[in-house]
């Protein structure tokens, strides 16, 4: 859980594990760079950005589809918590 907003990110690193690089027990460090090391390439951007619209309930906007948001768990997990400020 995030320690800021009491959200569950586990759906997220569990989608990544078994969406995207078809492997569940493994743990993912949450600061290696998944752009970097090719784990999210244009297609598992898209794929990553409608799962987490859906299971969080947000939207997210063309704009902010930018490297800094989606380069590693902890950026992800920090993009999606201010989302979620955003909605409540």
Same mark, same amino acid.
């Given at each position: 859980?995030?320690?800021?907003?009491?959200?569950?990110?586990?759906?997220?690193?569990?989608?990544?594990?078994?969406?995207? !690089?078809?492997?569940? /027990?493994?743990?993912?460090?949450?600061?290696?760079?998944?752009?970097?090391?090719?784990?999210?390439?244009?297609?598992? !951007?898209?794929?990553?950005?409608?799962? !987490?619209?859906?299971?969080?309930?947000?939207?997210?906007?063309?704009? /902010?589809?930018?490297?800094?948001?989606?380069?590693? !768990?902890?950026?992800?997990?920090?993009?999606?918590?201010?989302?979620?400020?955003?909605?409540?």
């Amino acid at each position: 859980m995030s320690e800021d907003t009491g959200t569950d990110f586990s759906a997220v690193r569990r989608f990544i594990n078994t969406e995207l !690089l078809y492997w569940e /027990d493994q743990p993912i460090d949450h600061t290696v760079n998944l752009i970097e090391t090719g784990v999210i390439d244009s297609i598992n !951007l898209v794929r990553l950005i409608e799962f !987490l619209e859906e299971h969080y309930g947000i939207q997210i906007p063309d704009e /902010d589809i930018v490297v800094d948001n989606f380069h590693s !768990l902890d950026s992800i997990e920090a993009f999606v918590a201010s989302h979620m400020k955003r909605v409540q």
